[in-house]
Nanobody, 127 residues
Framework: VRVVESGGGSVQPGGSLRLSCHAS????????MAWFREAPGKEREGVAD???????HYTDAVKGRFTISRDNAKHTLELQMNSLEPEDTAVYYC??????????????????????WGKGTQVTVSS
């Protein structure tokens, strides 16, 4: 599975951006997918995941502001980001588990569990 992100850019605080991730093969609903981010000087962290049944999970820092979703017909994973803050500045990565793998609901967004990664897209929030 190859995943490619798009949609990053620069925005002022309070603004919105929508990220997309295209998966090259398979039925996108058949595996757990997620967004991670890596801010300057910080470790990569999980942002949100979506399971095979559509169940979603968000890290506390983005709850109520970000929405993860899938467009099955287009084989894309999306992340709608609203009310962006300077602290959201990071490189955002799309990641996928193996086909048929569910998301981890006990310890979600464990980086080591994701096998396929995109190269990332930069999101900058600044006035």
């Amino acid at each position: 599975v190859r995943v490619v992100e798009s949609g990053g850019g620069s925005v002022q605080p309070g603004g919105s951006l929508r990220l997309s991730c295209h998966a090259s093969s398979g039925t996108i609903t058949s595996f757990c997918m997620a967004w991670f981010r890596e801010a300057p000087g910080k470790e990569r962290e999980g942002v949100a995941d979506i399971d095979t049944d559509g169940t979603t999970h968000y890290t506390d820092a983005v709850k109520g502001r970000f929405t993860i979703s899938r467009d099955n017909a287009k084989h894309t994973l999306e992340l709608q980001m609203n009310s962006l803050e300077p602290e959201d500045t990071a490189v955002y990565y799309c990641a996928s588990k193996n086909p048929g793998s569910w998301c981890n609901t006990v310890n979600p967004l464990q980086e080591r569990e994701y096998k396929y990664w995109g190269k990332g897209t930069q999101v900058t929030v600044s006035s």
